[in-house]
C-alpha cells in the first residue's frame, strides 16, 4: 500500500493542527498518511514513492511561506505527474467565511483570498487539480506584544475575536473533511 505524504509549511503551528486533521481523515478512509514539516526539513520526501501528495501552508504578509514556494518550484514536474491538493491557510478566508459582514468586505476578502493563491500558483508554475483555501487561527497567546498589538487592529477591522488573553480558531473543519474525503475518493488503488 503506497502512503499519501502531508508535506506543510507553518509560522505560528496552526497548519500543523490542519496537516494532523487531514491525516486523521485519511485513516479513517483506509488511506495511509505521512506527515511532513517544511520547516524541519526543507526536502522531506522522493515524491514518487507515494500515491498522492497534500500540500499545506499558512499566509503571512499576503505570501504563503517560502519553504513552500522553494519546495514547489523544486518538484513542480513529479508533482505534476501525480494527484495532488494544495491547502491554503489564511485569516482572508476566515473573514470572507465571517457572517455579519458586507458584501462588499465580502467580495474583498473572497479577492484577497484568491489573489493570494494565484500569486502562488504563478510564482511555482505549479497548478494542482484540488485547492481549497481554509480559514486559519489567531494565537493571540504565542504572538509577541507588537503582532498582538497589529494582529487585534487587523481583527477589529475585519471582524474577528479581539480578547488577546485566548486564542480564535476559525477553521471550518467539517468543510475540511468534505474536501478530503473527495480527495481520498481519488486516490489510485495503490493507495489502498
Ligand atoms: C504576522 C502575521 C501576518 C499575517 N498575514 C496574513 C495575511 O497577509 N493574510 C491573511 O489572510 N492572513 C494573515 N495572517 C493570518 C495567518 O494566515 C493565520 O493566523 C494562520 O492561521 C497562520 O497559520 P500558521 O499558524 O500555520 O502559520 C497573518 C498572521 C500573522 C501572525
Redesign the pocket.
Known amino acids: 500500500m503506497k502512503a499519501i505524504a502531508i508535506i506543510y509549511a507553518?509560522?505560528?503551528?496552526?497548519?500543523?493542527r490542519v496537516a494532523e486533521h487531514i491525516a486523521a481523515t485519511l485513516i479513517a478512509h483506509g488511506l495511509s498518511p505521512e506527515l511532513y514539516d517544511l520547516g524541519a526539513d526543507p526536502d522531506p520526501v522522493t515524491i514518487h514513492r507515494f500515491a498522492g501528495i497534500v500540500l499545506a501552508a499558512?499566509?503571512?504578509?499576503?505570501r504563503h511561506e517560502a519553504e513552500m514556494v522553494d519546495f514547489v518550484k523544486s518538484h513542480r514536474a513529479e508533482l505534476e505527474d501525480m494527484p495532488c491538493a494544495f491547502i491554503s491557510?489564511?485569516?482572508?478566508?476566515a473573514a470572507a467565511e465571517r457572517t455579519g459582514t458586507t458584501e462588499r468586505q465580502h467580495a474583498q476578502f473572497a479577492a484577497?483570498v484568491e489573489s493570494?493563491i494565484a500569486r502562488f500558483f504563478k510564482e511555482t508554475g505549479w497548478h494542482p487539480r484540488w485547492t481549497m483555501p481554509v480559514a486559519?487561527?489567531?494565537?493571540y497567546t504565542k504572538?509577541n506584544v507588537l503582532?498582538r498589538f497589529v494582529?487585534k487592529q487587523i481583527a477589529k477591522r475585519t471582524g474577528a475575536g479581539t480578547d488577546t488573553s485566548r486564542d480564535y480558531v476559525y477553521t471550518d473543519w467539517a468543510g475540511l473533511d468534505r474536501f478530503v474525503e473527495d480527495f481520498a475518493a481519488a486516490m489510485p488503488v495503490a493507495a489502498r
Open positions: 507553518t509560522r505560528e503551528g496552526h497548519t500543523r499558512s499566509v503571512h504578509f499576503g491557510v489564511s485569516n482572508a478566508k484577497e493570494t486559519g487561527a489567531l494565537v504572538y503582532v494582529m
